[in-house]
């Protein structure tokens, strides 16, 4: 999935937060196994965000490419008179 693909994924969860928090307050208010639900999945959710975003071996990939590009690069230039 791309980049921005996941981008609008998680700003449409965001918005369905949003538009449960009504009636999850107005309805369910006394619930406490909503409470319960609630947290487990903003644990688990938080808990996998964090872990996406510890993982950069796709972005360490791209700057090991440029580093090699650029020192291909430099010995080119030492090459020419």
């Given amino acids: 999935m791309s980049a921005q693909k996941i981008v609008w994924f998680h700003r449409g969860r965001a918005i369905a937060w949003i538009l449960l928090a009504v009636p999850a307050i107005w309805w369910w208010a006394d ?20 872990a996406e975003a510890a993982d950069d071996s796709r972005l360490l990939a791209r700057v090991e490419h440029v ?15």
């Fill in 31 to 50: 619930s406490i196994l909503l409470a319960i639900l609630l947290s487990l999945y903003a644990n688990a959710v938080s808990d996998w965000g964090a």
């Fill in 67 to 81: 580093e090699q590009k650029i020192d291909d690069l430099i010995a080119e230039l030492r090459k020419t008179p």
